[in-house]
């Protein structure tokens, strides 16, 4: 069993929001070490390709592409989601210092109290 770690680089099957379709789209682990280890599923947020669509709070642009295994531009989404690590299909990369900087301000934007 692959162990997911926070900051992987996934390609995963992805609900879009309206609930109806799954396709395979790449995403951040966003769940720690110890939530992998002890629940069933783990917490991603997606990543998109489309920089054309106005820029949402939690949102931010990756800068360290060749770190994540992204081939293009890319974003965050702030669409955070529990999967079940069976639809991960594969791990293509790991969040950079810098990335994993921001991904934690903006989990803490999202979620602070």
């Not at 992805?14 to 609930?19: A, D, G, I, M, T």
């Not at 280890?37 to 360290?64: C, M, Q, W, Y």
């Not at 994540?68 to 990369?93: C, D, E, N, Q």
């Amino acid at each position: 069993m692959t162990t997911y770690n926070l900051g992987d680089v996934v390609v995963a099957m992805v609900l879009f929001s309206n609930q109806d379709v799954a396709k395979p789209r790449p995403a951040v682990i966003v769940s720690d070490e110890n939530y992998n280890k002890r629940k069933p599923d783990v917490i991603i947020a997606s990543i998109t390709s489309n920089l054309n669509a106005d820029r949402e709070l939690g949102e931010f642009l990756l800068t360290d592409l060749k770190s994540a295994g992204l081939k293009v531009p890319s974003r965050t989404k702030a669409f955070i989601t529990t999967i079940a690590p069976r639809v991960i299909k594969y791990k293509i990369g790991h969040f950079s210092d810098k990335d994993s900087k921001a991904l934690q301000l903006m989990l803490g934007t999202l979620f602070a109290s």
